[in-house]
């Protein structure tokens, strides 16, 4: 079973940090992403999917996710959601990012914006050699 802390969000805690271990930034509002619709990748124990890592989609990737039972392209307006195309960032769960990237399918990611629980799930280099924000 993955490690799940508590959500960093709680009165009285420390803010979320990045796997950079700065200051969790803000993954995207339009669409509004996040588990907990809040623009960031958060997470709690409520977050099983683990939704930390803030990824720009691509068509590879979309269509990746659809063939292996995960359509993110198509909305459905009955759950709020737009549907995704290439360009919107989206907080994806850690171990599908982690399926995709051994598939060779794996999205661009932004670091800054991609919470440190995805460490126990990929190590910061690969995360690194995915990423748009670094120089």
Known sequence: MAYRE??????????ALNVL??????CGTDPVTGFFRD?????GPSDQGVHTVCAVMTAEFLAYSK????????????????GLKPGDRWCLCAARWVQAYEAGAAPRLVLAA???LTLHYAPLD??????????
């Open 67 to 82: 063939s292996v039972g995960n359509d993110l392209s198509t909305a459905a307006p009955e759950y709020g959601f737009p």
């Open 6 to 15: 508590p959500q960093d969000r709680t009165p009285g805690r420390q803010p």
């Open 126 to 135: 690969i995360l690194k050699a995915h990423a748009i924000d670094l120089n």
């Open 114 to 116: 991609t919470h440190r």
């Open 21 to 26: 271990g700065g200051p969790l930034a803000a």
């Open 39 to 43: 623009g960031c990748c958060n997470t």
